[in-house]
């Protein structure tokens, strides 16, 4: 049962991503495993309070930065896991995967051969406390861990969020703030030039 239960899991993620140009891409989108009983009826999610707690290493990000994302709290099977922007996009991308999970592209784009979501590659428990690596995109937006996780077949929690993780231009802001003065002095120029 815990083959079925790997591939029944990921077949959703290839059948939905042929949807990619918008739309909703299934278990990439909705993130619900669609697993069925032996009734072939589909298994809803748990709706009581769930064994799990995603925690971040920051609870803000610059440009770039690498951040640890890890699962608390029990140990689990499966787990889907995504940064979100507020709008629902993927944001950022996925490295350096622990033991028994592997990299997606849930985006599904060829140019920026990102990995912004990361699986579980078989159905060994993975231990509580498991740690991911997420670097920020290079454009700023707050983004919030968001991931269903797979305790057993049949008991998962969808959609759990960790807290909102602020994105910060500190870096940048000085640089645009150079800039806007360059440009405005440019133009003083430009305009001095012009009425001589
Ligand atoms: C399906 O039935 C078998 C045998 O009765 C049982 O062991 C298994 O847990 C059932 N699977 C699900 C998903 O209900
Ligand atoms: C991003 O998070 C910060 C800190 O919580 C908050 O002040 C700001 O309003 C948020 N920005 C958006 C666009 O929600």
Not at 25 to 53: D, E, K
Request: overall charge neutral; glycine content about 6%.
């Amino acid at each position: 049962m815990s083959y079925f239960w790997s591939l029944a899991f990921l077949a959703a993620v290839p059948l939905v991503m042929a949807y990619s140009s918008g739309a909703p891409r299934g278990a990439c989108v909705n993130l619900t495993p669609g697993h069925q009983n032996n009734a072939s009826m589909i298994i809803p999610p748990q709706t009581g309070p769930s064994p799990y707690a995603l925690s971040v290493s920051k609870n803000m990000y610059t440009p770039k930065e690498a951040l640890t994302v890890s699962v608390n709290g029990a140990s689990f099977r499966g787990i889907l896991l995504q940064a979100r922007l507020a709008d629902d996009t993927l944001a950022g991308s996925f490295s350096n995967e622990p033991t028994n999970t592997k990299l997606i592209d849930c985006t599904n784009q060829p140019s920026t051969n990102s990995r912004d979501s990361v699986t579980h590659a078989n159905s060994d428990p993975k231990s509580a406390g498991t740690s991911f690596t997420w670097t920020a995109p290079g454009d700023v937006g707050n983004v919030t861990f968001t991931a269903t996780v797979l305790q057993e077949y049949e008991v998962f929690w969808v959609k759990l969020t960790s807290q909102e993780i602020s994105a910060t231009a500190a870096a940048g802001a000085p640089w645009v703030t150079v800039n806007s003065a360059l440009i405005i002095s440019l133009l003083g120029v430009v305009f001095v030039a012009t009425k001589q």
